[in-house]
């Protein structure tokens, strides 16, 4: 038996490092199928119990703690989605994830794989996004990740992409099944060329890849209306629904006429 098979069985010492004195919750926010009008998912954003923001929350974690809230936060979003409706509903359920808290793949998805078990929700509707602030230096353990989560059916998706290190260089070395776009390359991109010119610049090598764009941060019809010119087909934002704080929103989605449909 391997090393990481062991590991796998027993969970890695990260996991089993010491917890954070506070509960969290979690809001949901759906990402829309444009062309169906369907939600595709909901993004599970973390929140403090009260309701306090991510920003807030992830302020009380530091170095020590940041693994074992690595998994407190897919346990959260797993009981949280299905407290909620999601099982009402064909949509993923997308969970942020740090590649610098998962030791071993096998190992850190256990209670993942535990809780999505006790909970009757299919693993093959879980979506993780890889967020990073800062520079990725080991790739190949970041390429690991999404081939075990790829093998086991979940499907991944570079956060932020266009931001910080989250750019082409970085989907040359791992690609994922989704990319979401940096909210910063959508606001006001119906007014502005070079905003245009660069979401079309990632749109088409990633469709070429094979890899569906999503575009998040959209807060008005005119950039939804763009994105849908430059074929993005994904989208989320206030524009369709704010955050659900610990419920999932309705979405409003507007028709040819200019009427608004509800979408569930």
């Known amino acids: 038996m391997t090393e990481e098979a062991k590991s796998s069985r027993a969970g890695c010492s990260g996991c089993q490092a010491p917890e954070h004195a506070f509960s969290i919750a979690m809001a949901f926010q759906p990402i829309v199928d444009c062309e169906t009008g369907a939600v595709f998912a909901y993004e599970a954003l973390v929140r403090g119990e009260n309701g306090e923001s991510a920003q807030w929350v992830l302020s009380q974690i530091d170095e020590r703690t940041r693994y074992a809230f690595d998994?407190?936060?897919?346990?959260?979003?797993?009981?949280?989605?299905?407290?909620?409706?999601?099982?009402?509903?064909?949509?993923?359920?997308?969970?942020?994830?740090?590649?610098?808290?998962v030791y071993s793949p096998l190992a850190c998805i256990q209670l993942t794989?535990?809780?999505a078990r006790e909970c009757d929700f299919p693993t093959d509707r879980l979506m993780f996004e890889l967020t990073e602030?800062?520079?990725?230096?080991?790739?190949n353990h970041v390429r690991k990740i999404v081939d075990t989560y790829r093998s086991m059916g979940f499907s991944?998706?570079?956060?932020?992409?266009?931001?910080?290190?989250?750019?082409?260089?970085?989907?040359?070395?791992?690609q994922t099944d989704y990319i979401k776009l940096d909210m910063e390359l959508i606001r006001g991109i119906d007014s502005?060329?070079?905003?245009?010119?660069?979401?079309?610049g990632i749109a088409r090598?990633?469709?070429r890849l094979g890899i569906p764009v999503i575009a998040e941060g959209i807060e008005t019809i005119d950039e939804w209306n763009t994105l849908r010119l430059l074929g993005i087909r994904c989208c989320q934002g206030y524009f369709f629904a704010k955050p659900g704080f610990r419920?999932?929103?309705?979405?409003?989605l507007p028709t040819e006429s200019g009427s608004a449909r509800a979408v569930a």
Do not use: M, W, Y
Request: glycine share 10%.
């Open 205 to 207: 090598p990633a469709q």
């Open 133 to 139: 602030n800062e520079r990725i230096e080991d790739t």
């Open 156 to 174: 991944t998706a570079i956060d932020d992409f266009g931001a910080g290190h989250s750019g082409l260089g970085l989907l040359a070395r791992i």
């Open 247 to 252: 419920t999932i929103p309705t979405v409003d």
């Open 113 to 115: 794989l535990k809780t």
């Open 71 to 101: 998994q407190q936060c897919r346990v959260a979003a797993i009981r949280g989605a299905v407290g909620a409706g999601i099982l009402d509903t064909d949509a993923k359920l997308s969970i942020n994830f740090l590649p610098n808290a």
């Open 192 to 200: 502005s060329g070079p905003r245009r010119i660069i979401v079309e």
